[in-house]
Structures are given as C-alpha cells and as structure tokens.
C-alpha cells in the first residue's frame, strides 16, 4: 500500500529532481511506522481530491510538458478557445491592434511612488515580471514605466549569464537578495529583506507566473511573444494587477501556499457529506470541478471522475475569488486557466455567493464558454437540495465559527501549530492568538514558519526535525511520510512539553479528523 | 420602482421551480395586472433566479474601456450606491438582474457588466449576439476611451444582433474639472452612429435610471406593441426626460 | 565515525564514486577564477583593460576578462538600486558562485567558485550529463575565504592604497602578481567550512603557575631586547599569550598555522639526531632556531633579512619585521619596527638569550601537558564532537577536525553535517539573541547549535536512537563539563 503511494508520487514527479526522490524514499523510513502516508490523521478515505497533494517540490520542477505526460492527459484540458482568443486578440482587425497603433487601449495605473526613494526600496518584497525583451509587465511598487531601465538591467544580467550557456539564479546582499526565474517568454525577478531562502522565493515567482499562465494560458503567451516580441503585455492584464498584489499578500500570509495544501471549514462530517452530495448532484455535462468555499476556507469540492484540481491552481481560485468585490452581487463567468491542469486552454468559471452577504462562495469549473445558463442553474439545483436536507442552516453556523482555538486542543504553552496530512493535501491550524495578531506580528510567525519549512525540505540537507528555542518563541517542526507539523510554544515551553504536545496533538487531530479534513471527497 | 422579493428561493421549497428567462417571451403578458401596492401575485409566469417575479425579460449589456465606470453605473442604478475610492475591476462578465416597471409591466433587465480589458473580449464577444441592448460606456475624463467608441461600435456591428438597442453614455459627468470630452463631441457622435446619447454620472446619479428605463421602455415597446402601432422614439424620450430631470435638479 | 572521503581529494581532481557501477565523476568546488580590479581606472570605452589590476587564471582571453569583470561590474551597480550603501556580496548560477569584496574604495576582489557537480557517463558515446550540486556551497564559508585573502594580503603588504602611493598602479599590480600567484595555489576550496568563517584562535589549555612562567618570560625578553614591540607565544599550533591586536594575531595565526609552521614541521618530526636538523650540531645548550631570517646563524652568507608584516594602530598601520623563533613546541614571535635594520648581532643576541629559556619552557609545557592528559582519563571516543567559537577573544576548539593545515584538513564527520553547522550558524548571524536549534539529520545524526552571549557551540551526536530530551541531556553534560555551564538556554 504505501509502496504504490511512493510509486505514483514519483511518476509525477517525472524523475527531474532526483534528490527529491532519494529524499522520499528516506522518509518511508521514517521511526513512525504508524503514521505512514496514508493513515495519518485528515488522510482521506477513498481517494485524494488534488492531483500529487505533496507536490511542494512540483513549483521548482523544470519541464512542465513531460509531467503532462506522466499525467496521463485527457481531453478535456484542450478547449478549442484558446486560439479563438488569440485570434481575437491578435487579429489584425480586432479594435485593440488597430487602436494601439494609434494610441493604445490602455489604463494608466494608479501607484505612484518615486522609485529612488528610501520608501520605495526598502519595501519587504519587490516583484517585478518583465518579457524576454526586458518590457516591463508587472511591478508591486512604482509603477513599471518608472523602472523600465531597470528592467532593462534585470534582463541585460539574465542574458548576459545565458550567453555563457549558465543560468543566473540568485544575488545577495547584506540584508537583501535578488532572485531571478526565467519562464520563457517571462522572466520573474524578486528582491527580498526576508529571511526565506533562495528556494522559498524562486516558489514564490512561480506562483506569480502561473498566476499571469492563469489569466492568458501559456499557448496564448507563447504565441503573442512569438509574433511579437516586443509586445507590451500589461494591454492584456490589464486590471489584473490587484490579483498579483493580492496572491504577493497571500503568500505572506497563508499557511496553505507555504505548505502546498488547503485548510477546511471545521464542519460536523454529517453536514458536509449533504453539502457534497448536493454539490454533486447538481451536475451538468461541462462541469469539471464543483467548489464550495467561505472566504479562504473549503468547504467542499467535487471534481469530474479521474480530473484532479492542483493545490495551486485551487490557490490561483481561491485568490481571484478573494480579490473580486464584484462576485458579490451578481453571478461572475470568467475565463480561467487552471496552468497545474493544463497550460494551454481556458476553463470557464461560473462564481457566485450564495447570498450576497454570506462568505459561501460557489465556483463551477466549466469546459464550455457558452454554459453559463446551465451552471446558473446548477447552482439553483445545489440550493435547493442544500436547503431540501437542512444542510443550509447548518452550513451557515458552522461559518460563525470558522476557527478554532489553540485553548480547545489543551496544551499549556502551545500558541500555534500547523499540522498537514500529505496524502490528502489538507491542513488545519487554530486562528491566531493574541500574541501575533497584529500585522507585523504575523507575518513574522509566518515568517518563523517559513524558515523552519525551507530547512526541512532543504534540496540537499533536508531534515527530519527542528527545535528552534529563541527568545520570543519556542518552536519545533517534525516531517514524517505521513505529515507535516509545526509547532509554535511560548518561551517557556521546554523540550519536554514539547515532545509529549506532539502525541497529544496528533491524538487531538486524530480525534478531530472527520470535523477538520474533507475525508470522504466525491466526484460526478 | 417595486423593489421587493416576494419569495426568497432558497428558503422556500415549495417555491415554483426557477426557469431561467429565455428571452423575449411575451406571453401572459395580458393577464399582466398593475401591481401597484408593490404586492407580487404568486399567479406571475415567471419568477428569477434572485427570486423576482417578472413579465418580461430582456439583456442588458454594459460595454466600454476598463475604468469608465460601468459597474458603478450598474450599481447606482441597481442599489442606488455610489462604489467610492476602491477601483473595481470585474472579472469576465457579472450577470445581475433589476426589475423594473415599465408601463404596468414587471420588465427584467438581465443586465451583463462586463470587464473591459483586452483578454476579455473573447468571452464578451459570446454573449454579444445574445444581448437585446448595449449600453456603450466611455469617459469624459479620458479621452482614449472616448477615441476607443468607434472601435467599440465595429465590434458591436461585427458580433451583435442586427436589431440591437445600442445607447451611448458618456460618464462621469460630474467631474468638470478632469473633463476632456464635451458633451457636444458625444452629440456628434452618436448622431454620427444614429445612436441615442447622454451624459450620466454614477457619483450624483444623473440620468442613470433614465438610461436603464430608457431602454427597457424601448425593448418593451418593440415586443409589445401591435403592427400598426407607431415606433417608440428612443432618443425624443430621453430629450423630453432629460429637460425634465434638468430643471428639477438645477 | 567515517573520514569524509571529500575532505582530502585535491581541487579540481575527480573522485569516481563508488556507489554505482558506472563511471560516475564527482568534482570538488574548485577555484575558477580570481580578479581584482578599480572601476575607476578606465572608466572610458575601450579602457576597460585598465580597469583590472589582478587576474588569475592569466592566460584568459583579454576579452574574456573584460566581459566577466563587466558582469561584475553590473551586478554592483544594479543592486545599488535596492540598497546604495550595501552593494551584492555574491552571485549565484547555476554553475559557479561569484563573491565580490570592496576592501578599500573602488578595489574590488572576486573570487568565482565552481560549483561541485557530477559527471554522469552516457551510453553511444554521447557526452556525459554534468549535474551541478547548486545548494553545496555556503556563501558565509566563501564570504570569509575571501575576506581572508585581503588580510593575508595586506599583513605582508599594506594596503592597495599605499602600493599606490609608493608606486602607482604598476607596483600594485607587481605586487598583487606577487603575492596572490602564490597564495591562490594555497586555497583549498574544497575543504573549506565553519571555521574558516570563524577564523578563529585555538588557545592551548595551561595552569595557572605555566602561564605566568611564559609571561615572565615574554616581559624578560621585551625587557632585554627593547627593540623588541610584541611578542606573540604559542605551543603546537596553539595560542598562550599575544601582544598584538586581536585582528591583526588572527591573520598572524593563520598564517603561522596554515603556511610557516606546517613548513617547518618535517624536520621538527624528525627528532634531534636526523641530518635533517641542519642548526642543531655544535650547539647542544638549548633547540633554539629561527623559522624566519637566517636558517643558520653560522653560516658567514647568512642574510639578516626577516618578511615584513602591517598590523594596525589607530587609523594607520605600522610596518615590522617578524621574528619567529622556535624551541621544540613552543614558538615565540617578535615583532620589531620595520624602520630598525636588524643586525647580525642582534639575532645572535637574541638567539642566546631566548634560545634557552624558550627551551625550558616547552619542556615545561608539554610535561605540564601530559599531567593534565593523564588526569581528564584515558582518551575515549565520545559519543559527540564539537566546535566551539567565542567571538569576544576569538577562541576557537574543534573535536570535529583532526588536524588543519595549509594543504588539507580533515573532519570527522560527513560534509553534509558540517553544511548543517553553517546553516545553523546563517541563523544565528541573523538574530541577536540567544538561540537553540537542534535538528535531526536524514541519516538520524542530531545536531545541536548553541548561541549564547557571543559563543556559539555546535554539536554532533551519533544517537541515532535518542530522543529531544536525551539529546538535551548529553548536550547539558558536555557544557557542564567542558563549558562551565555558560550556556544558559533550557
């Protein structure tokens, strides 16, 4: 059994990072034989919902067309409106090409801010996502006219390394680095007065990239830069800019970007299998995924029989849904490419609340452009079963309390954990306490949270535990083949308490399971 | 404005089985009955998806560059708020519905915002044919979107249905002291196009409702009227409305 | 515990590995290049030649050269828009690593390090898959080397801005050539690690009444010989007393420890009676002789010449001549100022007054030595290793390393370990404050780090079966017994 879990995980991984492998096979090792993958606590009971939940180490793997292999494709990925959009928005005689030859179609962009100013460079995190022929696309701060030279410069560095058949990766600083991912035809810079390692960052880009893969499609890219290579790409993000700030803001902050995985709305398992059961009735020929969410929570997903939802992708959607007031209201119908399903094509996503006021945000993932009526319905379908069984109501108590404190789990000095089943690519952690709930305090525990995962999954030393005593704060980190888990104490836990707060915790997660994780997930 | 829900579908089971509108259907339209006292007869044919009964459906789309206030032009009218400071960017294309009173009729706009951004137009451009009415937004602060109308009015030639109601808007009227585009330019234009114009502002609220009533007066006009009745004259309506409002306010 | 195999292969010379069959190459990080240059010494196109004042290897192409220190150059410039005062101190590829230096204004020196990389053989004559080991390197360790190599310099050489002086850039660059043509091939890269970040002092453990022997001693002879500035004394590579300046002893240590006593240690082996102890016939009063200035003071062709070395005062620096006279174990140096020529009469002078006295003294020492080996118990293997660092007085102590010297040094312990202390110690750097990391290894090795008021102590145990709270134990036994206890954490 968890043999063939090893063996599927590294087909995905198509053998392009070999110490991750050497790495895995370790960890079956590991002195917890109880708690191999597959039975730790949240693991799911019939089968994952997302495609390689462990897949941290998939955003640093180099070729994407070989995992697509591996996956074993299926149609569905390839909707045939990829080009159609090309063809729209490269067509010689579509308004945008004829009005940009006079004088663009173009929104001037709203953040002003002297780029040689003390303020502006001593941001925490810069980002800066420029074409192959050094034109600025994205920045976070300034506007990318502004640093235009210096994205030029930024280019200049990347070729300039190439042209020895090298690869630059990283420049460090006193109190600074620089990071550069090249995703032809993108190139991704960030520059950090973090922490986090060289790996950590280089996630990080990735995320963006495929963040803008997601609003365009790779084939669309591609096929842009091709033609054009001086293309100005901002014409076609466009307001999309928020969306780069919000995922930037994200990866600051959730815990589910850092460990590749989701958190659950806390849910009695009764009420979620009638959730789940309703969503998966309401079923229509081009529906794909069916997900429930409440604000960064999931509430249920359902998917299309053999179609995984990559925990990024699902990130990519739970951040364009979180960074859109207009859902709200009305029902939303966008074109979305999900780049861990497949760089090429776009699904299409019906996205409405299910009262305006209430957090419950439903998404249906669509192969056909013209389908919005039948998943309008769908959605009608889903609420009426919903309140049918008496789901509703429950569903909008469990949303008072869609957190948990660390004080239930009953362990003295325990401030905060994160615990993540690997095989079903879920985790759960108690809301924040006191102590870190101001800004600045939590990015620093997330930033002590970062540390600590970037040298467990060190690509060369990576380590089974850490216990980290400082003067703030205690922690302690521990992977196994099963799960992950990182463990925040008040200075004046000891190494005792913390050993025996790791069994109580997995007890408490144990007994807790069917509330935290999605253990039964459902397809069409 | 009758602005009540009657019934709220997801609390009520027993509730008639949602049919989304199929367009420009015109019957029961005789049996349609004043509702004056804004109560809603549960006899109505049809009901929507947010739970208002209604006798007649059409789609309404809403159309221009990003930025010229499009969703804020909906929202006034809708909620009768004005989205200060944060700027929205809708994502694709927002579906919501407003049912209005027109001439004893309950008349549902099913009114399409969509985002005006580039990567967009494909998925717009599908919903084109399907729309009965456009309102095409530019604004008066910016003169690219302005520039952009002609472009705008190709593509809606190229994807809509013939006999579309097309209005032009020029937005953000309030703002005189960014204006850049007179009104007389607008004028010009849509004249131009033999289209209807006027100035609207979702800030202060100027001629939004009018625009949306405008419209769905004409739609309704058109479906209902019988062969020899005489055509609705769009544009003289919104005149006539216009002087009217006009000397209320100032 | 197993001898890392990669400690003791040379730079650049492949070790196939033995695990597969296949021919399989591992390479060592090795030194690919090394450059200095000032910007500002042909700020013009087609100047740019003038601008490089160093550059090893020195049959690269001119071009070449140009366009590598260009890169540097940019990468400089680019990350003053993030920072002005805090330009780049490396660059990673995916190949090498480069680590710039700005000693003095404008001077910059880099050093560029390939990375480790293996070598996989491919079937049908195709050429072999170099896969680049990318997270091997540590930038502290490298960051240091460098560093290192300035000092070393400027100990023999003063700055680069007083060669300018002296002689413009033409005696700058003769003397750069000079001096790094030889250092360079000194550097072993590969077996490079956390003590090179400390570039620490081992001090040798002493009683009371010993010591103060050795510092009458130092205060009999700086008495006599007032010539004499400072005295510096150790005893097998290790430090009892210094006059200098912490700074400038350290770069002394580790010259006199890498470079001039392990050249001089083949004779010292060789006992008293070899023919290979050319001083020692005829003078049977004491083992006295210099390592350093005449090899023999017999010899009539004798030169009186001593190297000269820059160590610091306030703002300035003085020039000196070392002396380094060693009896046995013991070796005592004597700095004397530069501007003072030094005469026959005077190094027999000093010959037999220290020659005998330094002769006792470490007869002294290592018998005072074995009394205290005899006491602390018969050597054990422990169940740990350690480094320990101090950065108050710079005093350093490793179980871990066997012995050190300029051509190899040998650790006891798996490189990957010893790349776990230098992740550790990255996470002490960048806190102020008292911390405790232990960590467990994939090959189930504990590593403990501790840091605690300016000390840093880092341990390996072979546990492989103990838990965080015996772990805990063991270490709180080691600092109990080793450490005083001045480690406070938990």
Same mark, same amino acid.
């Given at each position: 059994? =968890?043999?063939?879990?090893?063996?599927?995980?590294?087909?995905?991984?198509?053998?392009?990072?070999?110490?991750?492998?050497?790495?895995?096979?370790?960890?079956?090792?590991?002195?917890?034989?109880?708690?191999?993958?597959?039975?730790?606590?949240?693991?799911?009971?019939?089968?994952?919902?997302?495609?390689?939940?462990?897949?941290?180490?998939?955003?640093?793997?180099?070729?994407?067309?070989?995992?697509?292999?591996?996956?074993?494709?299926?149609?569905?990925?390839?909707?045939?409106?990829?080009?159609?959009?090309?063809?729209?928005?490269?067509?010689?005689?579509?308004?945008?090409?004829?009005?940009?030859?006079?004088?663009?179609?173009?929104?001037?962009?709203?953040?002003?801010?002297?780029?040689?100013?003390?303020?502006?460079?001593?941001?925490?995190?810069?980002?800066?996502?420029?074409?192959?022929?050094?034109?600025?696309?994205?920045?976070?701060?300034?506007?990318?006219?502004?640093?235009?030279?210096?994205?030029?410069?930024?280019?200049?560095?990347?070729?300039?390394?190439?042209? &020895?058949?090298?690869?630059?990766?990283?420049?460090?600083? =006193?109190?600074?680095?620089?990071?550069?991912?090249?995703?032809?035809?993108?190139?991704?810079?960030?520059?950090?007065?973090?922490?986090?390692?060289?790996?950590?960052?280089?996630?990080?880009?990735?995320?963006?990239?495929?963040?803008?893969?997601?609003?365009?499609?790779?084939? @669309?890219?591609?096929?842009?830069? @091709?033609?054009?290579?001086?293309? &100005?790409?901002?014409?076609?993000?466009?307001?999309?800019?928020?969306?780069?700030?919000?995922?930037?803001?994200?990866?600051?902050? &959730?815990?589910?970007?850092?460990?590749?995985?989701?958190?659950?709305?806390?849910?009695?398992?009764?009420?979620?299998?009638?959730?789940?059961?309703?969503? @998966?009735?309401?079923?229509?020929?081009?529906?794909?995924?069916?997900?429930?969410?409440?604000?960064?929570?999931?509430?249920?997903?359902?998917?299309?029989?053999?179609?995984?939802?990559?925990?990024?992708?699902?990130?990519?959607?739970?951040?364009? $849904?979180?960074?859109?007031?207009?859902?709200?209201?009305?029902?939303?119908?966008?074109?979305?490419?999900?780049?861990?399903?497949?760089?090429?094509?776009?699904?299409?996503?019906?996205?409405?609340?299910?009262?305006?006021?209430?957090?419950?945000?439903?998404?249906?993932?669509?192969? =056909?452009?013209? &389908?919005?009526?039948?998943?309008?319905?769908?959605?009608?379908?889903?609420?009426?079963?919903?309140?049918?069984?008496?789901?509703?109501?429950?569903?909008?108590?469990?949303?008072?309390?869609?957190?948990?404190? $660390?004080?239930?789990?009953?362990?003295?000095?325990?401030?905060?954990?994160?615990?993540?089943?690997?095989?079903?690519?879920?985790?759960?952690?108690?809301?924040?306490?006191?102590?870190?709930?101001?800004?600045?305090?939590?990015?620093?525990?997330?930033?002590?949270?970062? =540390?600590?995962?970037?040298?467990?999954?060190?690509?060369?030393?990576?380590?089974?535990?850490?216990?980290?005593?400082?003067?703030?704060?205690?922690?302690?980190?521990? $992977?196994?083949?099963?799960?992950?888990?990182?463990?925040?104490?008040?200075?004046?836990?000891?190494?005792?308490?913390?050993?025996?707060?790791?069994?109580?915790?997995?007890?408490?997660?144990?007994?807790?399971?069917?509330?935290?994780?999605?253990?039964?997930?459902?397809?069409? | 404005?009758?602005?009540?829900?009657?019934?709220?579908?997801?609390?009520?089971?027993?509730?008639?089985?949602?049919?989304?509108?199929?367009?420009?259907?015109?019957?029961?339209?005789?049996?349609?009955?004043?509702?004056?006292?804004?109560?809603?007869?549960?006899?109505?044919?049809?009901?929507?998806?947010?739970?208002?009964?209604?006798?007649?459906?059409?789609?309404?789309?809403?159309?221009?560059?990003?930025?010229?206030? +499009?969703?804020?032009?909906?929202?006034?009218?809708?909620?009768?708020?004005?989205?200060?400071?944060?700027?929205?960017?809708?994502?694709?294309?927002?579906?919501?519905?407003?049912?209005?009173?027109?001439?004893?009729?309950?008349?549902?706009?099913?009114?399409?915002?969509?985002?005006?951004?580039?990567?967009?137009?494909?998925?717009?451009?599908?919903?084109?044919?399907?729309?009965?009415?456009?309102?095409?937004?530019?604004?008066?602060?910016?003169?690219?979107?302005?520039?952009?109308?002609?472009?705008?009015?190709?593509?809606?030639?190229?994807? %809509?249905?013939?006999?579309?109601?097309?209005?032009?808007?020029?937005?953000?009227?309030?703002?005189?002291?960014?204006?850049?585009?007179?009104?007389?330019?607008?004028?010009?234009?849509?004249?131009?196009?033999?289209?209807?114009?006027?100035?609207?502002?979702?800030?202060?609220?100027?001629?939004?409702?009018? %625009?949306?009533?405008?419209?769905? +007066?004409?739609?309704?006009?058109?479906?209902?009227?019988?062969?020899?009745?005489?055509?609705?004259?769009?544009?003289?309506?919104?005149?006539?409305?216009?002087?009217?409002?006009?000397?209320?306010?100032? | 515990?197993?001898?890392?195999?990669? /400690?003791?292969?040379?730079?650049?010379?492949?070790?196939?590995?033995?695990?597969?069959?296949?021919?399989?190459?591992?390479?060592?990080?090795?030194?690919?290049?090394?450059?200095?240059?000032?910007?500002?010494?042909?700020?013009?196109?087609?100047?740019?030649?003038?601008?490089?004042?160093?550059?090893?290897?020195?049959?690269?192409?001119?071009?070449?050269?140009?366009?590598?220190?260009?890169?540097?150059?940019?990468?400089?410039?680019?990350?003053?828009?993030?920072?002005?005062?805090?330009?780049?101190?490396?660059?990673?590829?995916?190949?090498?690593?480069?680590?710039?230096?700005?000693?003095?204004?404008?001077?910059?020196?880099?050093?560029?390090?390939?990375?480790?990389?293996?070598?996989?053989?491919?079937?049908?004559?195709?050429?072999?898959?170099?896969? #680049?080991?990318?997270?091997?390197?540590?930038?502290?360790?490298?960051?240091?080397?460098?560093?290192?190599?300035?000092?070393?310099?400027?100990?023999?050489?003063?700055?680069?801005?007083?060669?300018?002086?002296?002689?413009?850039?033409?005696?700058?660059?003769?003397?750069?050539?000079?001096?790094?043509?030889?250092?360079?091939?000194?550097?072993?890269?590969?077996?490079? *690690?956390?003590?090179?970040?400390?570039?620490?002092?081992?001090?040798?453990?002493?009683?009371?009444?010993?010591?103060? !022997?050795?510092?009458?001693?130092?205060?009999?002879?700086?008495?006599?010989?007032?010539?004499?500035?400072?005295?510096?004394?150790?005893?097998?590579?290790?430090?009892?007393?210094?006059?200098?300046?912490?700074?400038?002893?350290?770069?002394? #240590?580790?010259?006199?420890?890498?470079?001039?006593?392990?050249?001089?240690?083949?004779?010292?082996?060789?006992?008293?009676?070899?023919?290979?102890?050319?001083?020692?016939?005829?003078?049977?009063?004491?083992?006295?002789?210099?390592?350093?200035?005449?090899?023999?003071?017999?010899?009539?062709?004798?030169?009186?010449?001593?190297?000269?070395?820059?160590?610091?005062?306030? *703002?300035? #620096?003085?020039?000196?001549?070392?002396?380094?006279?060693?009896?046995?174990?013991?070796?005592?140096?004597?700095?004397?100022?530069?501007?003072?020529?030094?005469?026959?009469?005077?190094?027999?002078?000093?010959?037999?007054?220290?020659?005998?006295?330094?002769?006792?003294?470490?007869?002294?020492?290592?018998?005072?030595?074995?009394?205290?080996?005899?006491?602390? /118990?018969?050597?054990?293997?422990?169940?740990? !290793?350690?480094?320990?660092?101090?950065?108050?007085?710079?005093?350093? !102590?490793?179980?871990?390393?066997?012995?050190?010297?300029?051509?190899?040094?040998?650790?006891?312990?798996?490189?990957?370990?010893?790349?776990?202390?230098?992740?550790?110690?990255?996470?002490?750097?960048?806190?102020?404050?008292?911390?405790?990391?232990?960590?467990?290894?994939?090959?189930? #090795?504990?590593?403990?780090?501790?840091?605690?008021?300016?000390?840093?102590?880092?341990?390996?145990?072979?546990?492989?079966?103990?838990?965080?709270?015996?772990?805990?134990?063991?270490?709180?036994?080691?600092?109990?017994?080793?450490?005083?206890?001045?480690?406070?954490?938990?």
């Amino acid at each position: 059994m =968890d043999g063939e879990v090893h063996r599927a995980a590294a087909s995905w991984e198509n053998g392009t990072l070999a110490p991750v492998d050497r790495l895995r096979t370790e960890r079956a090792d590991s002195p917890t034989p109880g708690l191999v993958e597959g039975t730790e606590p949240g693991a799911g009971q019939k089968s994952a919902m997302f495609v390689h939940a462990q897949s941290f180490e998939d955003l640093t793997a180099e070729t994407e067309e070989a995992r697509k292999e591996a996956e074993g494709y299926s149609e569905l990925g390839k909707p045939a409106d990829s080009t159609d959009g090309i063809e729209v928005l490269m067509g010689k005689d579509t308004i945008s090409e004829k009005q940009n030859k006079k004088e663009g179609w173009q929104d001037s962009k709203s953040k002003e801010e002297d780029v040689s100013s003390e303020a502006w460079r001593s941001h925490r995190k810069h980002v800066f996502v420029l074409s192959e022929a050094g034109k600025p696309i994205y920045t976070r701060y300034g506007t990318e006219e502004a640093l235009s030279s210096t994205m030029g410069v930024m280019m200049a560095l990347v070729s300039f390394v190439e042209a &020895d058949k090298n690869i630059i990766r990283s420049i460090h600083a =006193d109190g600074y680095k620089v990071v550069f991912l090249s995703k032809s035809p993108l190139v991704l810079v960030g520059v950090s007065r973090t922490s986090q390692s060289d790996k950590e960052l280089m996630r990080e880009l990735q995320y963006i990239y495929y963040q803008i893969v997601s609003l365009l499609t790779l084939t @669309q890219l591609n096929h842009i830069f @091709q033609h054009k290579q001086n293309y &100005d790409l901002r014409r076609l993000l466009a307001g999309s800019e928020h969306l780069t700030d919000n995922l930037l803001h994200r990866l600051d902050r &959730d815990p589910g970007l850092l460990l590749s995985a989701v958190t659950c709305l806390p849910l009695a398992s009764s009420t979620r299998d009638v959730v789940s059961s309703s969503l @998966q009735a309401a079923k229509a020929k081009s529906l794909v995924f069916s997900i429930l969410l409440a604000g960064d929570y999931l509430v249920t997903l359902v998917r299309k029989k053999d179609q995984f939802l990559h925990h990024i992708d699902l990130h990519l959607v739970f951040n364009l $849904v979180g960074s859109s007031s207009s859902f709200r209201e009305g029902e939303g119908w966008t074109p979305i490419c999900l780049p861990k399903f497949n760089t090429a094509g776009f699904f299409h996503a019906h996205i409405s609340y299910l009262e305006p006021a209430s957090d419950l945000c439903l998404i249906l993932v669509s192969t =056909d452009r013209e &389908d919005f009526f039948n998943l309008s319905e769908c959605k009608q379908r889903f609420l009426e079963r919903l309140s049918k069984r008496n789901a509703y109501q429950a569903l909008k108590d469990a949303l008072k309390s869609p957190s948990y404190s $660390v004080a239930q789990v009953g362990i003295p000095e325990l401030r905060h954990f994160l615990y993540k089943s690997k095989s079903s690519g879920l985790y759960t952690s108690p809301e924040l306490p006191v102590v870190y709930q101001s800004e600045e305090e939590e990015e620093r525990l997330m930033g002590l949270y970062h =540390d600590l995962h970037s040298r467990l999954h060190h690509a060369t030393r990576p380590l089974r535990s850490i216990y980290h005593c400082g003067e703030t704060e205690n922690l302690m980190a521990w $992977v196994t083949s099963g799960f992950e888990l990182y463990l925040c104490f008040s200075p004046l836990g000891t190494k005792a308490l913390a050993v025996s707060a790791v069994n109580k915790l997995l007890k408490w997660i144990r007994k807790e399971e069917d509330r935290l994780f999605i253990l039964s997930p459902l397809t069409y | 404005m009758s602005r009540k829900k009657a019934v709220k579908a997801k609390g009520s089971s027993k509730s008639p089985k949602p049919s989304p509108c199929s367009g420009r259907s015109g019957k029961g339209l005789a049996a349609a009955a004043a509702p004056s006292g804004g109560l809603v007869y549960p006899s109505r044919p049809s009901i929507s998806n947010s739970g208002e009964f209604y006798d007649i459906a059409f789609k309404v789309m809403l159309v221009g560059d990003s930025g010229v206030g +499009k969703t804020c032009l909906l929202v006034r009218f809708k909620d009768g708020a004005f989205l200060a400071g944060s700027f929205i960017s809708t994502v694709g294309i927002d579906f919501r519905n407003k049912v209005l009173n027109i001439d004893a009729l309950k008349v549902k706009l099913q009114i399409w915002d969509t985002a005006g951004q580039e990567r967009f137009r494909s998925v717009t451009h599908a919903y084109y044919r399907d729309a009965h009415a456009l309102l095409l937004l530019y604004d008066v602060t910016n003169k690219r979107s302005f520039d952009n109308i002609r472009a705008w009015l190709t593509e809606i030639h190229e994807y %809509a249905q013939q006999d579309v109601v097309v209005m032009l808007l020029g937005n953000k009227a309030d703002s005189t002291h960014d204006r850049v585009v007179k009104r007389e330019e607008g004028e010009k234009l849509a004249k131009e196009f033999g289209v209807p114009f006027m100035e609207t502002s979702a800030k202060s609220g100027l001629n939004v409702e009018l %625009a949306f009533t405008a419209v769905a +007066k004409e739609l309704k006009h058109r479906t209902t009227k019988e062969p020899d009745e005489p055509k609705f004259q769009l544009q003289e309506y919104v005149d006539k409305e216009m002087r009217t409002a006009g000397c209320c306010r100032s | 515990y197993e001898v890392s195999a990669a /400690g003791v292969c040379c730079a650049g010379i492949s070790v196939p590995r033995m695990a597969t069959g296949m021919q399989e190459k591992q390479y060592t990080p090795s030194l690919l290049s090394f450059f200095i240059y000032n910007p500002s010494f042909g700020p013009r196109e087609g100047e740019e030649e003038k601008k490089i004042l160093f550059y090893h290897p020195c049959d690269v192409e001119k071009n070449e050269k140009i366009r590598n220190v260009g890169l540097c150059e940019a990468i400089v410039q680019f990350t003053r828009t993030f920072c002005p005062t805090k330009p780049a101190k490396s660059l990673h590829t995916q190949k090498n690593r480069q680590f710039f230096f700005e000693p003095e204004d404008n001077f910059w020196i880099v050093m560029v390090v390939r990375n480790p990389m293996i070598e996989k053989p491919n079937k049908d004559g195709k050429p072999p898959t170099i896969e #680049y080991q990318e997270e091997e390197i540590l930038d502290t360790v490298y960051g240091a080397v460098l560093r290192q190599c300035y000092s070393m310099y400027k100990l023999f050489n003063g700055t680069f801005g007083r060669a300018m002086e002296a002689g413009g850039v033409e005696l700058l660059t003769q003397k750069l050539e000079k001096f790094f043509y030889r250092y360079l091939q000194t550097l072993h890269l590969q077996s490079c *690690d956390l003590l090179d970040v400390f570039g620490g002092i081992s001090f040798f453990p002493l009683d009371k009444m010993t010591y103060l !022997k050795i510092q009458s001693f130092v205060n009999r002879v700086e008495e006599s010989l007032s010539l004499v500035k400072y005295t510096a004394f150790l005893y097998n590579d290790q430090l009892i007393w210094s006059g200098l300046e912490q700074d400038d002893m350290r770069i002394l #240590y580790k010259y006199l420890t890498t470079s001039l006593f392990p050249r001089h240690s083949e004779p010292e082996l060789a006992g008293r009676d070899s023919p290979l102890r050319p001083e020692v016939a005829g003078n049977l009063l004491h083992y006295g002789r210099f390592l350093t200035g005449p090899a023999n003071l017999k010899d009539p062709e004798a030169k009186f010449r001593f190297p000269k070395i820059f160590v610091n005062k306030e *703002d300035s #620096y003085e020039e000196l001549h070392l002396i380094v006279y060693k009896a046995m174990s013991a070796a005592a140096c004597f700095m004397i100022s530069a501007s003072v020529e030094l005469t026959r009469e005077f190094c027999e002078q000093l010959d037999s007054l220290v020659g005998p006295q330094l002769t006792l003294l470490a007869s002294d020492i290592c018998e005072q030595f074995n009394i205290n080996r005899r006491i602390s /118990g018969p050597d054990k293997e422990p169940q740990f !290793k350690f480094i320990y660092f101090n950065h108050m007085n710079l005093a350093e !102590k490793s179980t871990i390393h066997m012995r050190k010297t300029a051509s190899v040094s040998l650790t006891s312990v798996h490189p990957d370990l010893m790349k776990i202390l230098g992740d550790i110690n990255c996470d002490f750097a960048r806190v102020d404050e008292d911390e405790e990391i232990i960590v467990k290894a994939m090959t189930d #090795y504990w590593v403990v780090g501790k840091k605690s008021d300016q000390r840093e102590l880092y341990v390996i145990l072979n546990q492989k079966n103990a838990n965080l709270i015996e772990v805990n134990e063991e270490v709180k036994r080691l600092c109990a017994t080793q450490f005083n206890n001045i480690f406070f954490l938990d």
